[in-house]
């Protein structure tokens, strides 16, 4: 128990809690004790320092006027002269004078005998605040408490959380007031056209939604919160409940083969606004709430202590993964077919419906950059004489080419001085201005580099160096496609976009190919191949959907969607699917003709597409720019000879080629990567992948009579032991790098997964070559390999290890 003097004038004072055994439970307190009634502090309860040291108390202010009394109109000046104010005869102070003479801004506040001191200093608002609030893991331990809600300033736009106000900017503010101004006014939707969706619209069709509805909003009101910064208590995890169970009741009463009422197709807008330029699913909108109910619910069922739940230690690539928009990969649209659901970045709780002709490759900038690098290190022979050594680029269906533009821009950024000449024959259905064009007309360098961001940051001062260095070595022409009979011209590299029409088709959700993980936390677009075709939609073959209800809402709104939406159509209790024909074969196998290497940017067809194509192989393939469920990159080429000859060793020469394209095969199977890394690889990397290759295969013939199931998977890539595989260290959710290891024995070359009915079992294979292979440390990386993904990864009942079995399984699955 600790006393305190106190003669009701205000005390400053600091508090120590020590605990010599544990320095972690030691706390400090700067404490300041004020008599009720004898200053009006309100104005200030968020943006405060106590420093008893200097006895004074900081403020932490974005205006120059402070207001002291709660009613009121006389405002005291403040200057270097006049610094004392006596509260009684004002109600606000202005310090502008002040803050213009001096960046010391004191004065002091009197109440009777009482004074108390001011400080002043600029806006203290933090700006690193997680939103929404639900995946803030350093709060981890607030969450699910009802005093972990944060509230919203109305007047500032900020965030206040722990009696700490946080500035939110851009796109994220416009979120949060956008969510305040729907709780305020009772909306559930806004249309561009000002029209509202009030809750007052469900009392009469809808009742019990109605009130869970009032409720929830109610909730919000009653605690200055919004959806996104809520912390999910037991009590608003009731009501929110409540809201999803009685909004599938609704849906359910919808009858079959028939067209919707006009109440029906209101109820499948509720939680959508639209502006000018944009539609969303808002965090009202039901899926939304059970799919972020389903994953609170989760994380607390954990058996472990809620202090140690794996969710606050999940790494941001795993994080990533559990949006909501893979419950609706696609959506009817009224105007071009169909749209994708995408999470805002700034904030997942809302999901921007997409459609198709807008949707971004941003990721192509990265690809094209990758892409140079990887085939001038491969090819640096044709490079490294001066003069005429240009590399040639076809870009096929590019379009305006904006992406990959800016991907040779970072090429240029990343070589400067040493950068090769780069040509690029654009070749599109018609002559159309793209960014080469852009780039090539401008005679402002000023806004060439605002264009190019290099306004800002390292590259200012380098800004025109590279611009000119642009100019010198990288030029263009451009073509209309060839007809059936005429080639494209020759090039090292081409980027094939396929621009074959998608075409929407009526699927059943229950019988389409499934991409749900994880009960539906981690979900996406599945893909087949049917006769020529190549499908992909949101499938939930042999997924049971009943224990979860956000599976159950995705399906009802999947197939709910467009009878919503377009007029006369009857509700048949049908989703959506994309079918991609193969008819694009012709301008690709121009493409593989003309250049030594084709990547196929969004293939929209499954590796199976290129594999049975003769005369071709597979140097690449890569999911790693995008979360979709297909790939999104894919490299070919027809050099098939090349790769053969690099396979061979000395041994094999003058053997049957039906062994060297088997030998060629296995390789692309097991790594996706390593036929690549092979152009550049030296003898004795290449003795080791034969050797990985021929060790799996004898195991393999080892375990042919199990009635176990096998898969080899190759561990390099899966769990990123070293960066030299081509992709960081960070990019894979079973990366060991993630999980705190940055050295140790590890085995980084063969797994064997076992799949027999619901049991998994694990056989790591260690590979040594040379004269004294070391056996015994062949063993501890083996053995430590098994002990990472049993107890570190695939072990632990936990949300995390859950949500790595889901992702770890497919792989096995597929390849079986």
């Known amino acids: 128990m600790a006393s305190v003097p106190f003669d009701g004038r205000p005390c400053f004072f600091s508090l120590e809690i020590i605990n010599r055994n544990n320095s972690a439970e030691e706390y ?39 207001q002291i009394a709660e009613t009121g109109d006389q405002i005291c000046t403040v200057n270097e002269e006049n610094n004392d104010i006596d509260c009684l005869h004002y109600a606000r102070v202005n310090f502008e004078t002040l803050a213009n003479q001096s960046e010391l801004i004191k004065f002091a506040l009197i109440s009777g005998d009482s004074r108390l001191l001011l400080n002043i200093e600029g806006p203290g608002a933090e700006e690193g605040l997680t939103l929404p609030l639900l995946f803030d893991q350093n709060r981890f331990n607030k969450l699910f408490k009802e005093e972990g809600n944060a509230t919203w300033n109305r007047m500032k736009g900020r965030v206040i959380l722990d009696n700490t106000e ?221 003069g005429n050594n240009a590399l040639i680029i076809n870009a096929i269906n590019q379009g305006n080419a904006r992406e990959l533009f800016l991907g040779l821009v970072e090429y240029f950024k990343q070589e400067k001085e040493r950068a090769i000449s780069v040509h690029v024959n654009c070749y599109d259905e018609r002559l159309l201005p793209n960014a080469f064009d852009h780039f090539a007309e401008s005679g402002s360098y000023e806004q060439l580099k605002i264009d190019l961001g290099l306004n800002s940051g390292t590259w200012r001062a380098e800004a025109d160096m590279l611009i000119d260095l642009l100019r010198s070595r990288l030029t263009f022409s451009k073509f209309v496609l060839p007809s059936a009979n005429d080639k494209l011209a020759y090039a090292h590299l081409a980027f094939f976009t396929n621009t074959a029409p998608v075409d929407c088709r009526q699927i059943c959700i229950e019988d389409a190919s499934s991409g749900v993980l994880c009960h539906g936390l981690i979900a996406g677009e599945g893909a087949e191949t049917q006769g020529d075709a190549y499908f992909t939609a949101f499938g939930l073959r042999n997924v049971d959907t009943e224990p979860y209800c956000a599976l159950r809402l995705a399906r009802l709104l999947g197939c709910l969607w467009q009878p919503a939406r377009q007029s006369n159509s009857q509700y048949h209790c049908q989703g959506i699917g994309l079918a991609v024909s193969g008819n694009f074969k012709q301008l690709l196998n121009h493409s593989y003709d003309s250049s030594l290497w084709t990547t196929i940017i969004d293939p929209k067809v499954t590796l199976d597409f290129f594999t049975n194509q003769k005369d071709v192989v597979l140097i690449h393939y890569s999911d790693q720019y995008t979360s979709c469920a297909g790939y999104d990159a894919v490299t070919v080429t027809k050099q098939v000879e090349l790769f053969l000859r690099l396979l061979q060793t000395g041994n094999q020469i003058g053997q049957p080629t039906v062994d060297s394209q088997h030998l060629l095969a296995e390789f692309n199977a097991f790594n996706g990567e390593w036929l690549l890394k092979m152009l550049r690889s030296g003898e004795k990397e290449r003795k080791e992948k034969h050797g990985i290759i021929g060790a799996y295969k004898f195991v393999q013939s080892m375990l042919h009579q199990s009635d176990i199931c096998w898969v080899p998977l190759s561990v390099a890539e899966m769990i990123r032991v070293s960066g030299n595989v081509g992709l960081r260290m960070k990019e894979s959710d079973l990366s060991r790098h993630l999980k705190g290891y940055q050295n140790g024995a590890i085995s980084d070359d063969v797994l064997f997964v076992g799949f027999k009915e619901n049991n998994l079992y694990l056989l790591p294979l260690e590979v040594k070559t040379g004269a004294r292979p070391d056996y015994n440390y062949a063993g501890r990386q083996a053995r430590e390999l098994k002990r990472y993904l049993q107890q570190d990864i695939l072990g632990p009942q936990t949300l995390a290890s859950q949500l790595y079995r889901a992702l770890f399984y497919p792989p096995g699955i597929n390849a079986g």
């Open 28 to 66: 400090k307190f700067r404490l300041l004790l004020v008599e009720q009634g004898q200053f009006w502090l309100n104005e200030i309860q968020h943006c405060y320092r106590v420093e008893p040291g200097k006895e004074q108390l900081t403020l932490q202010l974005e205006d120059n006027e402070l």
């Open 166 to 386: 946080h500035n939110v900017v851009g796109v994220r503010q416009q979120l949060l007031a956008l969510e305040a101004s729907l709780i305020d006014r009772n909306l559930l939707g806004i249309d561009s056209d000002d029209s509202v969706f009030a809750v007052e619209e469900l009392l009469t069709s809808y009742p019990d939604l109605h009130n869970a509805y009032h409720q929830l909003l109610a909730y919000y009101q009653r605690r200055n919160t919004l959806p996104s910064l809520v912390s999910w208590s037991v009590e608003y995890r009731t009501l929110v409940s409540h809201v999803v169970a009685t909004f599938e009741q609704a849906l359910q009463q919808i009858g079959l083969s028939r067209a919707l009422t006009l109440q029906e197709k209101r109820l499948l807008h509720l939680g959508i606004c639209r502006g000018d330029t944009h539609e969303r699913l808002s965090p009202l909108h039901p899926l939304v709430l059970a799919y972020h109910l389903q994953l609170v619910e989760t994380i607390i069922a954990e058996p472990e202590q809620p202090t140690l739940a794996s969710f606050a230690s999940l790494p941001p690539i795993t994080l990533d993964r559990l949006v909501v928009s893979g419950l609706m990969p696609f959506v009817y649209h009224s105007e071009h077919e169909y749209a994708q659901l995408q999470s805002v970045v700034e904030n997942r709780f809302w999901i921007d419906v997409i459609p198709q002709r807008q949707m971004s490759h941003d990721y192509v900038k990265r690809l094209v950059k990758d892409k140079l690098n990887e085939f001038t290190d491969a090819y640096s022979r044709l490079f490294q004489r001066a």
